[in-house]
Structure formats: structure tokens, C-alpha cells
């Protein structure tokens, strides 16, 4: 070691070695000196301030690759503004913090400010589409688009929620099943390894609780988008999406496949995976689309949800081949799945860690949802569980302001959404003197974590306050009304592509927390206290970077009359 020591010095002692770190350090000092300029213009449209940097061409890349959050914050902090301009490869990168500039610029039309490219590059990059796909196909990409709306609202907002509850009506009694054998157990309990464990004469069940809760919902809410025969059909189906989301940014960044990186590695064969399986559910659902007999693993294609449904009817009318149908399908599932099953941990977390709030939202759901313990009428071998009988999602979702807040909260520090539009015509942000100007030709950002964690707009960003974001709001008949809404914080992202699942992600959150609430107690095993874990970034939500095992039961419920 000190050998190797000895030779690196005296190598860095080398008359050439010393000429190039200090032409290195030359350039690093010029460039910063010559490069950096404050806010230009003093009426009209302003030019952002750009702060000076130290490599040419590369600029701000550097700083970004190091710690991009640590890096941004503190832009955030130094140009109150609300923009700066960074450089990254040559090319001008407007960032903007400021909620009513993000606005402006998430509403500037396609044909100003267009998002689609990054879409476009994920499904060439992620999702298995060939970049031809794109072209070929450019006429039923509106409609696909189009089709998306369908989960937003109305009858095909409520089929999502209605087949989601009822399926979490019938397994939340399984969610933990008290069986020590693997093979006994559910399949999110074998994901997350669960055991009996046996503590004063009571039993509980050990298991990890970020694999039980987010397999759990994918298993159990992943039905009503795809149908029962695709999670029947392919169980192990969540496991690739995790693999996949864990390598998302990876792939994204457009890595070559054969890079031997593990987490790009097992990104890259869990897509593979997926559109394996994807591959068969579309062939039997052409088949099934024109009356033929779709084989004997595919008997109930009819409860796919209203929008596969309508996204069948497009590929069959453009007569779209199978392999670009499975593409579109592993975007899909991927977003479905990626952030709001994992966030149920999130919200599960905080509210079990404190005593006095779990005891509140209990109270303050109990009109919309209620347990109870049906009869026994098998004698004292058999136990029956508890059973979810009253389960309303829209008295959940509407009037639950402590629970919405913990929603919303939990969405402002556990989701980065990142938005990125290419400018295509010289345009201006703003109004009034607070105007920017963006050039043709740049790109402008949106990171909305950026405002989410702005200790100007939040105190102490990085607490989880679940009273953050209830309000008194006044009716026009003088009545107040306690609420809670999303303000200004913009985990969906926005514009055209903001993200079309948020109003079933949100009742979905609402019901898979309210229904765990209700039916189990959690605590921590016996000697470990609650605690909240580091975060690391995937793809848009935050995960923990440890595990964390947790020790369930039932809650007693009142007797079925
Ligand atoms: C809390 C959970 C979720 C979060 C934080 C989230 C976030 C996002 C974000 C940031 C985008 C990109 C928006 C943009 O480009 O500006 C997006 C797009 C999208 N999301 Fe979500 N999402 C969630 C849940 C869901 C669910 C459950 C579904 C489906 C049921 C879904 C379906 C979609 C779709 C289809 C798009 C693409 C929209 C388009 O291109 O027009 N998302 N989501």
C-alpha cells in the first residue's frame, strides 16, 4: 500500500504530469472566471442568471452528476427568481422552481414548448419499441394518447376504483394470513418473506413492509387495469416491474444493453420478461377481440377494464403487430404500478410510527369503512377473519381531510417528477417584470421536488406533517368545510402528459392505506423502535434504502349482526 503510495506521488511529481493538472486547473479558473452571468434586462423579458462553471461544453454536468439535489437546492436558495440557466453538453437548460413560472411552462402548447420527445425516447429506450415503431405508427399514437383520458373520469374512472375495492375487500383478510409455510402463504407474503412469530403468548406476523404493502396492492389491484387471467396467468408479474423501475433512469439515460452493470443488467431481463408475458396476453386477446377461442389459460378476457378494452379496439383497427402492442402495454403497467403501490409503505410508515395520528384517521374514517367478524359457524378448529363490510371510497377520498393531507404529503417529499420540454419557438415565461425569456433551440425543466422541498413554501421540507395541507375553506352558503388539496405542489407533473392515473392513484392510496389502518394493528418487532430510512431516487418516487421489518395482527372487529 505504501509502495503504491510512493510510485502515485512521485508519478504526480513528473514534469509532464505536473504541466497537465495545471493546465487542467488553467482552464478550470479561466473558464469559471469568463463564464457566469447575472439576470440581464431591466424591462421586459429578462434573461435567466446563469452561474459560472469550470469545464467547457460539459458546464453544469459536472456539479449535476456529483449531487444534482444539493446542487439545485442551492440554486433554488441563491436565485429567488425562481429560473436559472444552466449549460449541459453546449446546450442551454432553463430550470425553473417557481410554481407560476412551472405553470406557465407545463401550459405552453406542443407547438412552443414540446414534451413528447421524451416520451418518444423512453419507449425506444424502456419500453421495447423499435424507433421505425414510432413512425409507422404515428396515426394511432393520438388516439392511444386520447384513450388514456378514459381513466380519468367517469365510467371508466369508476370501473378502475370499483373492480380495485372490491378486489381489496376480498383479500385485505389476506394481506397477512398467519401461515408459516411459503406455500400456505399469499403471494406478496412470500415476496416479502413473512413469518410467525410467537411473542408473550400472542402471534404476529413478521414480515418487511415496503415487499408486503407494494405487492400486495400491485397483486390485488393490478386486475382491475389488465384483468384476472394476466395476474393469474403471470403471479411473479410485480417482481419484474420493481426490477425494471430500479434500472429505469439507467436504461433511460440510453446505457448499452451489454454494459455489465447488475441493476442494468436485471432491468434489462425483466423487460425482456415482461414483454414475454405481454407478448402472450396480447395474442389472446386479438383472438378474443374477434370471437376466436383465445386457449384454455385465457377464459375471462372479458373483465379487462374499459380501457384495454378501448386500447384493444385501436390496435385491432390499425392492425398493430403484437410485439408494439406488448411495448405499450409495459409503459402502462409500469405506470400503473412504478409509484403509487410503493407509496402506500410511505403512508403506512408514518401514520403507525405515531400513536395519536393512527388513533385520529381511525376515527375519522370509521363512517366510510368498517370491519367485522363474521360468525363462526365451524366450530373453535377454524378461525374466520375479520371482514371488511362497510367500504365507501368516495366518502374516503372526499371526506377524510387528515387522510388526504397524509396523501398529499406523502406525495410531496416521496415524488420527483422531473418535467422536460424542448423550446421549438422563441417564447417568454412570465408576466409582468418578472418575464424570461426562452430561446429556440434550449430545453426548460421542471423539477418539481424542487418547490416540493422549498423550506419557503414547506417548514422543515423534510418532516412528514400530515396536517401540512388541511384547510378551512368558506361555501357560498357561509358553512365551513375542513379539506385538504394538492396546493401547489405538482407530483403528476403537468401539461399534456401529466400523468392520466392521478385521480385513480389517489383513491387507490386512500383505500389500500384506510382498509390496512382499520383491519391491522403494525408495530415494530420487540426491542426496535419506528424509524424513518435514507431514500434513494428511482425513477419519479423515493424508496427506502433499508429494510424494515415490521410485526403485524389483526385488529379485533365488532361481531357481524
Ligand atoms: C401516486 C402515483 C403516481 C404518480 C406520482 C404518477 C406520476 C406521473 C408522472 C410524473 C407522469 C408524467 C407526467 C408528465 O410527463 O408531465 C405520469 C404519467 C402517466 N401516468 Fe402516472 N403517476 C402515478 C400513478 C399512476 C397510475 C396508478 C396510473 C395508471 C392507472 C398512471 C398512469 C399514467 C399514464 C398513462 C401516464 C402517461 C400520460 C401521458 O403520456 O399522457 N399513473 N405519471
Known amino acids: 500500500m505504501a509502495g503504491q503510495l510512493e510510485q502515485l506521488l512521485a508519478k504526480a511529481q513528473q514534469p509532464t504530469t505536473v504541466a497537465v493538472i495545471a493546465a487542467l486547473l488553467i482552464v478550470a479558473i479561466t473558464t469559471r472566471l469568463l463564464t457566469g452571468a447575472p439576470e440581464s434586462g431591466s424591462k421586459g423579458a429578462h434573461t435567466a442568471a446563469q452561474p459560472g462553471y469550470y469545464v467547457p461544453f460539459l458546464g453544469h454536468v459536472p456539479q449535476m452528476s456529483l449531487n444534482g439535489d444539493s446542487f439545485l437546492a442551492g440554486l433554488r436558495e441563491k436565485y429567488p427568481q425562481g429560473i436559472v440557466s444552466l449549460l449541459f453538453m453546449g446546450k442551454t437548460h432553463s430550470i425553473v422552481y417557481k410554481p407560476s413560472l412551472a405553470t406557465l411552462l407545463m401550459n405552453k402548447p406542443h407547438s412552443v414548448a414540446d414534451e413528447s420527445f421524451v416520451s418518444k425516447r423512453l ?18 399514437w393520438d388516439e392511444v394518447g386520447k384513450a388514456y383520458n378514459i381513466m380519468l373520469s367517469g365510467e371508466g374512472l369508476a370501473n378502475l376504483v370499483e373492480t380495485t375495492a372490491k378486489s381489496l375487500q376480498s383479500s385485505i383478510a389476506d394481506f397477512v394470513t398467519f401461515n408459516a409455510y411459503p406455500s400456505d402463504q399469499a403471494e406478496w407474503e412470500r415476496m416479502a418473506e413473512a413469518d410467525v412469530v410467537d411473542h408473550n403468548g400472542e402471534q404476529y406476523v413478521e414480515a418487511e413492509l415496503m415487499g408486503l404493502s407494494k405487492n400486495f396492492v400491485a397483486q390485488t389491484a393490478n386486475p382491475a387495469l389488465m384483468g384476472t387471467d394476466f395476474c393469474k396467468n403471470f ?32 432491468a434489462q431481463a425483466s423487460k425482456r420478461r415482461q414483454l414475454n408475458c405481454l407478448y402472450e396476453y396480447h395474442e389472446a386477446l386479438g383472438k378474443w377481440s374477434k370471437g376466436e377461442e383465445p386457449g384454455h389459460r385465457w377464459e375471462n378476457l372479458d373483465d379487462i377494464s374499459i380501457l384495454q378494452k378501448e386500447r384493444v379496439r385501436i390496435w385491432e383497427k390499425h392492425e398493430v403487430p403484437t410485439s408494439v402492442r406488448a411495448a405499450a402495454d409495459l409503459g402502462l403497467v409500469w405506470a400503473m404500478n412504478a409509484n403509487s403501490s410503493p407509496l402506500v409503505y410511505w403512508m403506512l410508515l408514518h401514520i403507525y410510527k405515531d400513536t395519536v395520528l393512527l388513533e385520529q384517521i381511525r376515527e375519522e374514517i370509521a363512517p366510510y369503512i368498517k370491519g367485522v367478524q363474521p360468525k363462526n359457524l365451524f ?50 415565461l412570465g408576466r409582468g417584470d418578472d418575464t424570461y425569456v426562452l430561446n429556440e433551440g434550449t430545453y426548460a425543466h421542471a423539477p418539481h421536488d424542487l418547490h416540493q422541498l422549498d423550506p419557503k413554501y414547506f417548514p422543515e421540507p423534510h418532516e412528514w406533517q400530515p396536517r401540512r395541507h388541511v384547510k378551512e375553506v368558506m361555501g357560498e352558503d357561509g358553512k365551513i368545510t375542513v379539506t385538504a388539496d394538492m396546493g401547489s405542489i405538482r407530483p403528476y407533473g403537468g401539461g399534456a402528459h401529466m400523468c392520466k392515473g392521478r385521480a385513480f392513484a389517489m383513491r387507490e392510496l386512500m383505500m389500500y392505506t384506510a382498509a390496512i389502518v382499520t383491519m391491522y394493528d403494525i408495530r415494530r418487532p420487540e426491542g426496535q423502535e419506528w424509524s424513518v430510512p435514507k431514500t434513494t431516487k428511482q425513477a419519479a418516487s423515493r424508496h427506502p434504502t433499508k429494510e424494515m421489518k415490521v410485526w403485524i395482527k389483526r385488529r379485533p372487529q365488532p361481531d357481524e349482526e
Not at 252 to 257: D, F, I, K, T
Open 123 to 140: 419507449c425506444v429506450t424502456n419500453f421495447g419499441f423499435k424507433k421505425s415503431d414510432l413512425d409507422l405508427f404515428q396515426a394511432f
Open 379 to 428: 366450530g373453535t378448529g377454524i378461525s374466520i377473519p375479520p371482514k371488511l363490510e362497510t367500504f365507501d371510497i368516495e366518502g374516503l377520498s372526499t371526506k377524510c381531510p387528515l387522510l388526504k393531507s397524509s396523501y398529499v404529503e406523502t406525495l410531496r417529499l416521496y415524488v420527483s417528477a422531473w418535467s422536460i420540454k424542448y423550446v421549438q419557438q422563441d417564447t417568454t
Open 235 to 266: 403471479p411473479e408479474h410485480p417482481k419484474y416491474v420493481w426490477d425494471f423501475d430500479a434500472g429505469f433512469v439507467l436504461m433511460a439515460m440510453g446505457l448499452p444493453s451489454w454494459l455489465p452493470w447488475w441493476p442494468l443488467q436485471r
